[in-house]
């Protein structure tokens, strides 16, 4: 969860909620908000990450976004999870699909170089030689590499500046990748 102020991070707060999404985004939100002295009202625009990514989590951020867009009249930005996972430089964003697959993103400076997809680890090896001057990030234990802090926040608020707001707040669905 975090809170922009004119563009500027005022709070962030970064997680890992796993099965508990449904008990912490909410009482975080509502912290989230006193320590800042704000309330619903003074929320501006809801950014919320739309998958890949657990199935359960995507859907309950989404649905709190949703809510907190539609009831208060304001505009909802969605980015990719891989993308909120890249920052800046060249990145290759691998996200355990589980069965040997990883979700797989590839962007030059949070712009994407291919598109989303899934692959077998074995296939996404054969793509780090073509593209061996990205850094792996997200799940890079996958394939032997350290895993790395990422600030999804800060990512999030510069990546959202160039998003267009969602006209059908309803119709957002989650992104869930196939095989392919």
Do not use: W
């Amino acid at each position: 969860i975090g809170i922009a102020k004119d563009n500027e991070i005022i709070y962030k707060f970064q997680q890992e909620a796993i099965k508990k999404q449904s008990e912490l985004t909410i009482p975080f939100l509502q912290q989230a908000l006193k320590e800042n002295n704000l309330s619903l009202s003074d929320v501006e625009e809801v950014n919320v990450t739309i998958g890949p990514g657990s199935f359960t989590g995507i859907r309950i951020g989404m649905c709190i976004a949703k809510v907190l867009a539609s009831l208060n009249n304001i505009p909802l930005k969605a980015i990719s999870s891989l993308n909120a996972y890249a920052s800046l430089g060249k990145k290759i964003v691998i996200l355990d699909a589980k069965a040997k697959r990883v979700y797989l993103g590839i962007y030059n400076n949070n712009q994407k170089v291919i598109d989303e997809t899934v692959v077998e680890i074995e296939r996404l090896k054969e793509l780090l030689n073509v593209y061996n001057d990205y850094d792996v990030v997200l799940d890079s234990h996958l394939i032997g590499l350290e895993s790395e802090e990422i600030d999804v926040i800060e990512n999030m608020n510069r990546i959202s500046k160039n998003i267009i707001p969602e006209t059908n707040v309803d119709g957002l669905v989650p992104i869930y990748l196939k095989d392919r």
